[in-house]
Nanobody, 125 residues
Framework: QVRLVESGGGLVQAGGSLRLSCVVS????????MGWFRQAPGKECEFVAA????????KYADSVKDRFTISRDNAKNTVYLQMNSLKPEDTAVYYC??????????????????WGQGTQVTVSS
């Protein structure tokens, strides 16, 4: 059983920073692509960032490029999302997901087989 648990969400003022963590248990993520997605109230789930198995390749949504950084520590079976210069429009539930079929980062949420329960990020203006 693969389990993903996100943490690090919370309430922050615009311009602030948060670091999300996703700890995976039940299987090593060392060969998986990993991604972060988010869903705001009344909106569809959208891609945020993804990282390849080695950490050397990554992909970002245009809306977060140059503000967010995805990273991973395979030894700890953990993926991170560093979020800087947060904006009110970043408010959403953030989900971590594992793509066991591909080693490279993908933006397609339907490519991800395992998902966490999500962590709420709220950015006040």
């Amino acid at each position: 059983q693969v389990r993903l648990v996100e943490s690090g969400g919370g309430l922050v003022q615009a311009g602030g920073s948060l670091r999300l963590s996703c700890v995976v248990s039940g299987r090593s993520i060392s060969t998986y692509g990993m991604g972060w997605f988010r869903q705001a109230p009344g909106k569809e789930c959208e891609f945020v960032a993804a990282i390849g198995w080695s950490g050397r390749s990554s992909k970002y949504a245009d809306s977060v490029k140059d503000r967010f950084t995805i990273s991973r520590d395979n030894a700890k079976n953990t993926v991170y999302l560093q979020m800087n210069s947060l904006k009110p429009e970043d408010t959403a539930v953030y989900y971590c997901a594992a793509d066991i079929a591909m080693h490279t980062p993908r933006a397609d949420l339907y490519a991800y087989e395992y998902w966490g329960q999500g962590t709420q990020v709220t950015v006040s203006s």
